[in-house]
């Protein structure tokens, strides 16, 4: 699997950040998002396309059509300002595939 | 409570040999479903998968690096171990250690790194 992701974004807050990742035949496996934050180890908030692990605000949220997976953060605040990297498995190799990532700046 | 800590060294030489210690804790790293990983991050750049153990001793390793890398288990101790051999500069980078989750469908399954440690910085210079 190749992973495209932009590789930046600026939102102002309040509004919505929606980002995405494209990679050929994404849409026969699990997409998972990670956020991470400056200077700190990225942290899980998407999982299997769109469930949330505990702790994770309902105001982000995964989906995806056909070869494109989206992750949706809603009523943006400065404090999601970060790095957002998506990834799948390839279950032929057996190995992760990970994206660029997209860096998000809340204006 | 998953907890993943590394340790090892802050400053290497060219040519090298690295070693790296995830200590983990809240969970074991026994039976084939149970997998501990590493992902390394250059400064300012995208994360690359390393290598991967599991509980019951398969060994995976990022096709690019395989010919310098060795990861081995302590399960006694709730330890994954990472060896590189040779580094170089282009080694410099926060290494993070990771517990893999599945989730599995009717045909297949998909992993995902759900505990994260906090990642320690390696710098490879003369």
């Known amino acids: 699997y190749e992973l495209t992701q932009p590789p930046s974004m600026s939102v102002a807050p309040g509004q919505t950040a929606r980002m995405t990742c494209e990679g050929n035949n994404i849409r026969r496996t699990g997409v998972h998002w990670y956020q991470q934050k400056p200077g700190q180890a990225p942290v899980l908030v998407v999982y299997d396309d769109s469930d949330r692990p505990s702790g994770i605000p309902e105001r982000i949220s995964g989906s995806k059509s056909g070869n494109t997976a989206t992750l949706t953060i809603s009523r943006v605040e400065v404090g999601d300002e970060a790095d957002y990297f998506c990834q799948v498995w390839d279950s032929i190799s057996d190995h992760p595939a990970l994206g660029a990532g997209t860096r998000v700046t809340v204006l | 409570q998953v907890t993943l800590k590394e340790s090892g060294p802050a400053l290497m030489s060219p040519t090298q040999t690295l070693t790296l210690t995830c200590t983990f804790a809240g969970f074991s790293l026994s039976g084939p479903t149970m997998r501990v990983g590493w992902i390394r991050q250059p400064p300012g750049k995208a994360l690359e998968w390393v290598a991967r153990?599991?509980?019951?001793?398969?060994?995976f390793y990022n096709t690019s690096l395989k010919t310098r890398l060795t990861i081995s288990k302590d399960t006694s101790r709730n330890q994954v171990a990472l060896t590189m051999t040779d580094v170089d500069p282009g080694d410099t980078a926060f290494y993070y250690c990771v517990r893999i989750k599945g989730v599995c469908g009717s045909i297949t399954c998909t992993y995902y790194f759900d505990h994260w440690g906090l990642g320690t910085l390696v710098t490879v210079s003369s």
């Open positions: 153990i599991d509980g019951d001793d398969e060994k």
